[in-house]
């Protein structure tokens, strides 16, 4: 019978080279239970066994006519569709979406789906995904590298830790502040208070305008309100804006039996889930431009519950399943392993913290939800953020080569803020 992990072409061939001289000089009898053996290692037929143990050689020959193609057009213009639906995730998270997407996609009548269609995006391994992404996307331009922002001043009454990365439970979250101030942090501006779930990569976002206690409390009020599952544990960096008195106050008030810790002082991978997030969902978007007027506010929450709906119910998130730590001439190796890719709902609805009606509620908002359309209306209402007025002068929000130049800069403020994130029909966000 056949092995579950049947052996490759070349191990079957190196396996032979190694019994054919036993095979050559063995009697009848041996040779008979031999091929048994043979056959039931390799899974090859019988005589095939006698013909290639009885050759000249084992060595393979040169293929003489290439293979037909087994995905056509079709499975690449599927593919290019599904592929920009999810805002170009890489193989490992596209790949396990790929048929639920597709027939999610045909129901809202975004892509002609057909059996042999579906066959094919079932059948198609992560390789052979990952294979036909770069012949479709080759021309296009990827996001930036940017490192994230430095760390502010701590407050040293909440005790340091680390979530670990293995954290089952929903409900321990990272949280940052990313500033949306331009080129100088002079005046009020907006900012974006994001939260990252570490055990289902769930992501809430909030636009803050200025770092009061008050705007705080009513960012997180609005996350709490939001999000479908108990807040077990808030982690932020060591900014001022988390760590005070009334801040704290309200935490422990408002959310039952919350947790509170910090990461390390100047060590970002204590955060490293919301600094990633940080950079993918907040940077990428909106680069470094000032936002400081209600009205970049209102949008900015506007967007972000577009961004909420899409990111946390369609966009598959790998997980760290196995991190193995090696020494090898004297440094530390450490060698990582994901799981099979997975959108934030998934993964929440395998826990116990949704009851069953929650499910059912998430399940029918994501099943009339087209995420080809709510994509389109979030760069939509990103682009309509770069047409709003500053409160405060182009020369006081943007630095300047020279003066000459002070007249350009209403007219290429938007194309400045374009540079350092991606185009609307480029983008490739990062995992």
């Known amino acids: 019978m056949p092995t579950e992990e049947q052996m490759t072409i070349d191990e079957r061939r190196k396996y032979l080279k190694l019994m054919q001289p036993r095979y050559r000089v063995a009697a009848r009898a041996e040779q008979s239970r031999l091929l048994t053996e043979m056959q039931t290692i390799t899974t090859l037929e019988r005589k095939r066994l006698i013909r290639l143990l009885n050759g000249k050689t084992l060595n393979r020959h040169a293929r003489q006519h290439q293979r037909g193609a087994t995905y056509t057009h079709h499975f690449d213009d599927a593919l290019r569709v599904l592929a920009e639906t999810l805002d170009y995730v890489c193989a490992e998270r596209l790949q396990p979406a790929l048929p639920t997407l597709a027939e999610h996609l045909a129901a809202h009548d975004e892509l002609e789906l057909n059996p042999a269609l579906l066959h094919q995006l079932k059948s198609a391994s992560i390789s052979t995904v990952r294979r036909h992404l770069a012949r479709i996307r080759q021309d296009q331009l990827r996001l930036p590298r940017t490192h994230p922002m430095r760390g ?84 932020p960096d060591n900014g001022n804006e988390f760590l005070n008195h009334h ?52 949008l900015l929450n506007t967007l972000y519950d577009k961004m909420w709906l899409y990111y946390n119910f369609f966009q598959p998130v790998l997980h760290l399943q196995e991190k193995q730590r090696t020494e090898r001439a004297g440094a530390l190796h450490f060698r990582r392993k994901w799981d099979v890719a997975q959108t ?25 939800t087209n995420p080809r359309k709510l994509r389109a209306e979030i760069y939509q209402l990103r682009d309509q953020l770069f047409d709003l007025p500053l409160a405060r002068r182009p020369q006081e929000s943007w630095l300047i080569p020279d003066q000459d130049d002070a007249d350009l ?14 185009s609307f029909d480029r983008a490739i966000p990062l995992r």
Not at 267 to 286: G, I, P
Not at 409 to 422: L, M
Request: aromatic letters at 8%.
């Open 247 to 298: 801040l704290v106050r309200f935490f422990h008030e408002t959310v039952k039996d919350v947790q509170l810790s910090r990461s390390r002082p100047y060590q970002k991978n204590d955060n490293r889930l919301v600094e990633q997030k940080n950079h993918t969902l907040v940077r990428a978007f909106f680069g470094a431009a000032r936002f400081d007027t209600t009205a970049h506010y209102d």
């Open 344 to 368: 934030p709902l998934e993964r929440l609805c395998a826990t116990s913290a949704l009851d069953d009606g929650g499910k059912a509620r998430v399940h029918a908002l994501r099943h009339q």
């Open 152 to 235: 502010r001043t701590v407050a040293r009454d909440i005790p340091m830790r680390r979530i670990p990365w293995d954290e089952a439970m929903p409900g321990h979250c990272e949280t940052d502040l990313v500033h949306h101030c331009g080129a100088t942090a002079a005046g009020d501006y907006v900012h974006t208070l994001q939260m990252i779930d570490v055990a289902t990569g769930w992501s809430e976002r909030v636009a803050v305008f200025g770092r009061s206690q008050r705007a705080m409390e009513q960012a997180f009020r609005r996350i709490q309100a939001r999000v479908p599952f108990a807040i077990l544990e808030i982690h």
């Open 409 to 422: 800069i209403p007219n290429t403020r938007k194309e400045q803020a374009r540079s350092v994130t991606f």
